[in-house]
């Protein structure tokens, strides 16, 4: 047996040159000779057996072994690095039971299809720096245990729609620090393992509806540092997984609530460092497992405080490094603990006093400091009380407030270059241009004409709180790249002929707090890619729709609280693009039928707290795309049957509250059908209600603040709540022996009603078969 263990010892394959010294090749022959001998069966089999591993084990051993003259393999661990070798292509002498490749730093460009079809065994593949401009179709198939595809830091422009197919195990996906511009959607489809997808620091400008379609796994999605300023509503559509989402250093000049609560599992969401203004309720954020929330470094001048009202669970909330000298006590967010305003101008004057007892009262723990009153300067929030800020009465000591908070506001330098042409840093002489953030601000300064003068980079123009009642034709010359315009309580009166021209950027106009009844088209020409239009509290009386002709990209109109009684065909004319439509707190007794009918693409209709004596069934005729309705504070008393079939295919938030319900048809939502994810009925006079069986898949329904009566005529709805996992918030008013019970739970109040039909039915026997009736 000696002559025998020598020959397959001298046939085996020696190890690779780069094999660390001492390492076991991954297959390797052994000879050992028992000591006490071996029998004659047992040589007979091993004689009979070697010539078969003399041909077939040193053609294995080889590839075992094999190893790419540019790599260093690291065959116990099964490890591979090919790291700045100048590798044009992926190399094709990797051993097969390789499980972590890096590629790192080589000039591959071009990824084609297959590229790793010999590697089933790949784990972890990594490609950063590897100037890579093309995936092909098909790239990664054959990789069905890979867990972490990292191809950060290339040239990538596109993803083809079956680049990533192949990777139904892939759980993390690195592809930030690429030029990627749009995500098609389709394109993570099959990766339905995936719990961290990172786009950081690409060129991403649009997310459009579904773009993540496929990613049910998904917890953290990182597209912080693109250029993003339009969501889709149904953008983040698809992610039920989610928890945390990374959108800070994007261009987002609005909160884009509807998108964001598609995510409806949120945990942290990372708003900073966006050119935010404002946030308030109507921005629709709806979270109700949000924890954490950061807005921090923006531009915030004003917070409504109801901005985050259903964002129950709301735990800290950031927002550093913006510019409120102000700021509401917060309704909705119960558990807020952490309130964080470092950087922002606070204002500690009398208006300060409900922060502070609400901050107190909630024990809401804040460490923002007081630019002013000069005597509070630099004293933090947390350390003052009521009582320090000395609130003698509304006459003297508020006029002298508002004295010295003008003084206290930040203004240009004295040496300030003004409109001359030509000079660096450009910025009239009364207002104050950041270059970092190419915003531009000449709020409250008395003007009674449009300055002129600014940065042509400006992306955001506040002039609001001025004193001019027309904007003149070209009142914006050289801003081309103007984003947002903000001419809110302004006086305003007339829009011009050619008032816009030349802001071709344009996306936000702030109209708001005007005495503006209407514009022509003209006056609207010249921002072709004006999305949002805000025009609250103006004196609008009809909804100037042939002049959003001229507005080919209007996504949202803002038209609350005017005086519009009446929407009539042709008043949508020009909102043919329209998703978005608030027309909250009018005067609207009558919606004619086709009033809608132009705007086909709308999503959101709000028609609360106005004077609707009845659902505007037949106007919502032609609304295939709806999904939410507003109609909570309008006199409704009464919903007959079918009262929202038209829009019963795609409908998925509807709010009734307050309206006044004391009758509910059993067919009133029949068409309604397990879209529907909320109903809102809270805070009406119904003391009755049918079950409603068609809504079986409800993730909200609210009857709190109703009279319901429970008795008999209530049991179909107990037993239909029973079934329900929602807290409803129904409760019994009577009778007094039911008051404040529950109905979902109240089994002892319908009991009754059970042996009721129980002895009914036993008095009442079934005719037996074949029995004749008494006549």
């Not at 993540?212 to 889709?232: C, D, E, K, T």
């Not at 959108?247 to 460092?273: D, F, I, K, T, V």
């Not at 079918?642 to 998925?652: C, E, T, W």
């Amino acid at each position: 047996m000696g002559k025998w263990a020598d020959l397959a010892q001298s046939t085996a394959p020696r190890p690779h040159p780069q094999f660390l010294p001492g390492q076991a090749s991954w297959v390797a022959l052994r000879w050992r000779e028992d000591s006490r001998g071996i029998n004659r069966r047992e040589s007979v089999s091993l004689v009979l057996l070697l010539p078969l591993l003399l041909l077939l084990g040193p053609n294995r051993c080889a590839v075992a072994q094999r190893c790419p003259q540019a790599c260093v393999c690291d065959n116990p661990r099964r490890h591979v690095a090919c790291r700045h070798q100048n590798l044009t292509e992926v190399p094709t002498a990797i051993p097969e039971l390789t499980q972590r490749l890096d590629l790192q730093g080589n000039m591959l460009k071009e990824l084609p299809p297959a590229a790793f079809r010999d590697l089933p065994y790949l784990t972890h593949l990594d490609l950063r720096h590897c100037q890579v401009e093309l995936v092909a179709e098909g790239a990664f198939r054959g990789l069905g245990r890979l867990l972490l595809l990292n191809l950060a830091s290339n040239r990538l422009s596109a993803l083809p729609q079956e680049a990533l197919d192949g990777l139904g195990s892939l759980q993390r996906l690195e592809l930030a620090g690429n030029l990627l511009e749009e995500l098609r959607p389709g394109t993570f489809g099959a990766l339905g393992a995936v719990t961290t997808l990172n786009l950081a620091h690409n060129a991403l400008v649009y997310l459009p509806a579904m773009a993540f379609q496929g990613l049910v796994r998904a917890r953290w999605l990182q597209l912080s540092h693109n250029a993003l300023s339009v969501l889709a509503p149904e953008a983040l559509a698809g992610l039920p997984a989610l928890r945390r989402l990374s959108l800070h250093h994007n261009e987002l000049q609005a909160l884009p609530g509807a998108a964001l609560s598609q995510a409806h599992g949120l945990a942290r969401l990372e708003l900073g460092h966006n050119p935010f203004t404002y946030a308030g309720e109507e921005d629709g954020l709806a979270l109700p497992g949000l924890r954490e929330l950061r807005l921090d470094h923006g531009a915030l001048q004003a917070l409504d405080a109801r901005a985050f009202a259903r964002c129950p669970r709301l735990h800290t909330l950031d927002l550093r490094g913006n510019q409120l000298d102000a700021l509401p006590p917060l309704q909705g967010p119960g558990q807020l603990r952490r309130l964080r305003l470092q950087g922002n101008p606070l204002w500690c004057g009398c208006r300060a006093r409900p922060l502070l007892e609400w901050l107190a009262r909630a024990r809401v723990r804040s460490d923002g400091a007081c630019w002013g009153p000069r005597r509070l300067r630099g004293e933090v929030l947390d350390a003052l009380r009521p009582s320090d800020l000395r609130c003698p009465g509304p006459g003297a000591a508020a006029a002298e407030e508002a004295e010295e908070l003008a003084a206290a506001r930040p203004r240009a330098p004295a040496g300030a270059p003004g409109e001359e042409a030509g000079a660096a840093g450009p910025c009239p002489r009364t207002c104050v241009c950041v270059p970092e953030s190419r915003h531009s601000s000449c709020e409250g300064r008395g003007l009674q004409a449009v300055p002129r003068g600014f940065p042509n980079d400006t992306q955001l123009l506040d002039l609001r709180r001025n004193r001019f009642p027309v904007v003149p034709r070209a009142a914006f010359p050289g801003l081309g790249r103007l984003l947002s315009l903000h001419l809110q309580h302004c006086g305003l009166t007339e829009l011009e002929a050619g008032a816009l021209a030349g802001l071709d950027s344009l996306v936000y106009l702030y109209l708001s707090d005007n005495r503006l009844s209407g514009f022509s088209a003209a006056a609207l020409e010249g921002a072709p890619r004006l999305g949002y239009l805000y025009l609250e509290r103006n004196r609008f009386v009809r909804v100037p729709g042939a002049s959003l002709l001229a507005l080919p990209s209007l996504f949202s109109l803002h038209l609350q609280d005017n005086a519009l009684d009446h929407l009539a065909p042709g008043d949508l004319a020009g909102g043919r693009a329209l998703r978005w439509l608030y027309l909250s707190g009018n005067r609207l007794s009558r919606v004619s039928p086709g009033a809608l009918g132009s705007a086909r693409e709308l999503e959101k209709l709000h028609l609360d707290r106005n004077q609707l004596g009845e659902v505007p069934t037949e106007a919502l005729e032609g609304l295939p795309a709806l999904l939410e309705l507003q109609l909570s504070g309008n006199p409704l008393r009464a919903l007959r049957d079918g009262a929202f079939r038209p829009v019963g295919r795609s409908l998925q938030h509807l709010f009734l509250n307050s309206s006044g319900l004391e009758q509910i048809s059993p067919g009133a939502f029949l068409g309604l059908g397990p879209r529907l994810r909320s109903l809102h009925l809270q805070k009406n006079q119904l003391q009755t209600l049918p079950a409603l069986p068609g809504l079986g898949e409800l993730d909200l329904i609210d009857l709190s603040g109703n009279p319901f009566h429970c008795d008999c005529q209530l049991l179909p709805l107990h037993r239909w709540l029973a079934g329900l996992n929602l807290r409803v918030g129904a409760t019994c008013a009577t009778p007094p022996s039911a008051r404040g019970q529950r109905v979902k739970a109240a089994a002892a109040v319908f009991e009754a009603c059970l042996g009721r039909t129980a002895r009914k039915a036993k008095r009442t026997p079934a005719p037996r078969p074949g029995a004749r009736g008494t006549p």
